[in-house]
Structures are given as structure tokens and as C-alpha cells.
């Protein structure tokens, strides 16, 4: 459940073949995770009926990516009221943590309380992290394997020209993060590449280990 973070690219198809597995989303262009809950529109309706009527293992949630720092209370408001909804599926909640935009996206001169994308990261994982343990939920890393890409010399870019949303390899190695996440093993060795070469999915399957399984 979520927006363009996940849609771009088509990251469910990619987890879809990653997991063997079936992958449905419910997300719009620039949705807040609240409008899942809104039976008034066509998202909140989806939403509900696929959280009322089918059981499923995992939840997926992202909210806007700046919420975790502008909006903290109100995103653990929205979960609170989504956790029974998932609860009752049978699933388990996954928490999509989002990236720091790149260095130049207006964000930086929006909010005072960040000033680089390290700082950015910090306090988005830390109300993360704090929603997480109020409803023992997972964590994806995806922000932390961004942020280790872009400080190391991997040479892989992640975010397109707004600096904000995915390349093909910023959405491949949030599929190879959640596939660490919810299956607790290393996506190393994955035989799907998508559109990247070899090389680069290996590296992008490599950094996604390290960033899930390094403590």
C-alpha cells in the first residue's frame, strides 16, 4: 500500500518473480497512507476490500516521504488505525523505509531539521523504527541500502534526475531488501535480473545482504 516509490518501475512485478510469489498493489501518485483508509474514494475502497476479503501473508505500507519528518504523529495515527485490518488478514505488517532524497531536491530547504541526506535518513529510520516496535512489525531497510550506495564506490544510480524517485536499480535493490526482509536469507545468487546486467544486479543483490544482515 502505497505511491509512485512503489509503483515506478513496476517493483511489485519485480518482487513477484524474485518470491515466486503473488504481489498485488493498491497505490496512486503522490497517495498518503491515510487514503487507504478512505471508503469514500476508489483507493480506500480497494484497500479495504483486498485487507477485508483476502488473507495474506505480508502488508506492505509506504507513506510520502517526508512524512516520517513532518508528519511523524500523524503516519503512527494512520497505522494504528491500519494494524487491525492487517492483524485480521493474517498477515504480517512490513514497513517499506523509504530514502533520503538526493542532495539537491527542495527538501533540504524546506525543513530546517535536515541538512544532508545522512540527517534526512537518521530521523526518517528513527520513527520507523519507533512505529516498527509498537506493532512488532518488519522492517525493509531500503533507505539504509540507498544512503551505504550512494557514500560507497558502487557506481549505481539509484534515483532519477528529481532526485527522488527510483532508476530500474534503485527499485531492484528495494525488492532485493524486502526478499532479505521477509525471508530472512540472503538475496544473493537470485537468478532474476530484470533489465540490469548481470554485474549490476549482483552488486545491487551483495549490497542488499549487507545492508539486512551485517548486525
Known sequence: LGNSYIFTNDLPSMLAEIMGAEVVQNTRGGARLREQLNPETRLGAKALELLQNEKWDYVILQDRRYYPISKPQRMKRTIRKLAPYIQASGAKMVLYQTWAPGKWHNDYNRYDSVSNRSDYQSILNRTI??????????????????????????????????????????????????????????SMGIPYTGTLDVMTAFKLQKLAETVCFAS
Open 129 to 186: 523504527a519507533e512505529i516498527a516496535e509498537e506493532h512488532n512489525a518488519l522492517v525493509a531497510p531500503v533507505g539504509t541500502a540507498f544512503l551505504l550506495c550512494s557514500h560507497s564506490s558502487y557506481g549505481i544510480k539509484l534515483l532519477m534526475g528529481d532526485y527522488s524517485h527510483p532508476t530500474a536499480e534503485g527499485s531492484y535493490l528495494a525488492a532485493c531488501v524486502i526478499y532479505n526482509t521477509v525471508f530472512s536469507r540472503s
